[in-house]
């Protein structure tokens, strides 16, 4: 699982979004570029990079910056924010974006993001806000689009989409857990790499992410920033965590535990108390399957 760390811009800084509201921006001591390097230096494997004036106002000031910031790190960088246009796209890949996000104007005009996937193949990558209900956020959160995730999601796969980002509409990352099912569901439907935007509380909801399973597919990275930057964990605790070889741990089906049970009944304990139990589950797991 790769770990991506989110650098938001606004009016040429880094701002930090407390709930997604462009209106309660807090701007940040770092230059974009600054922090996008201290990303990665401290660990991070790459960059998520969001231009809000583009988003919000379809202003591109920030489009010389974010090529100096692509051009100041040796990683992958893909970017995102009001792009809406073959030719920003473009501009975004000659300026050296590895891939380039699309939210709204891949669900509302799909047309152009089958275009668009055509000729940048695996190269774009959608945005997806999520309701509680799954009905995707447009514009920023301001618009119910009427769509939901699962046939969006089939109907973006279709186009040839490089790879989903999933995000929560309204969720303070701080305070509320991740959409756990919602990303669950987005990965029991598409086969193409799936990333957790919305953030993460702390290091239980990295792991939880980490081990999530649906029809044989995981996550393939995860976003962070705010969480970092308001000290519930560094970048570097966080990338030994995602980097941490999983232990095999199941499923296994009722005779695989039978057989098990027996096995260290023989080998190891006749007797089996709740001790017992404990130990047998930790025996268990060191066996190789």
């Known amino acids: ?21 462009i209106a309660d921006a807090i701007f940040l001591d770092a230059d974009p570029v600054a922090r996008a390097q201290g990303w990665i ?7 998520h990079i969001v231009d809000l ?22 990683s992958p960088v893909q970017v995102g924010g009001g792009v809406r246009s073959s030719h920003e796209v473009e501009k975004l890949l000659e300026d050296g974006a590895d891939r380039v996000v699309m939210g709204t104007v ?20 959608v945005s997806l806000d999520v309701r509680p209900d799954e009905e995707l956020a ?28 999933v995000a929560e509409v309204g969720r303070d990352a701080l305070e509320e857990p991740p ?29 939880e992410l980490k081990a999530l399973e649906a029809n044989g597919n995981q996550l393939s990275g995860v976003v962070v920033g705010r969480e970092v ?3 519930r964990f560094t970048v570097e605790e966080a990338a030994a965590l995602v980097r941490r070889s999983a232990v095999a741990r199941g499923p296994w089906s009722l ?26 589950l930790a025996w268990l797991i060191k066996q190789p399957r």
């Open 41 to 47: 230096a401290k660990g991070a494997d790459r960059l």
């Open 138 to 165: 447009i514009r920023g959160w301001t618009t119910n689009s009427g769509r939901y995730l699962e046939e969006v999601l089939i109907e973006l796969s279709s186009a040839g989409a490089a790879g989903f980002m």
């Open 229 to 231: 930057t308001a000290g």
């Open 179 to 207: 959409n756990f099912e919602a990303l669950r569901r987005t990965l029991s439907i598409v086969d193409e790499p799936v990333i957790a935007a919305g953030g993460v509380r702390n290091t239980d909801d990295l792991l």
């Open 255 to 280: 005779d695989d535990l039978k057989a098990g049970l027996n096995q260290y009944r023989d080998t190891v304990a006749e007797s089996f108390d709740a001790e017992s139990v404990e130990s047998f």
């Open 106 to 125: 891949a669900i509302v005009d799909q047309v152009l993001f089958w275009d668009l996937c055509r000729d940048h193949p695996g190269r774009m990558i």
């Open 1 to 21: 699982m790769h770990l991506y760390a989110r650098v938001h811009i606004l009016e040429g800084k880094a701002v930090r979004l407390p709930r997604g509201d």
């Open 53 to 74: 004036d583009a988003a919000t106002k379809g202003d591109h000031r920030n489009r010389d910056l974010i090529r100096d910031l692509i051009e100041s790190v040796d």
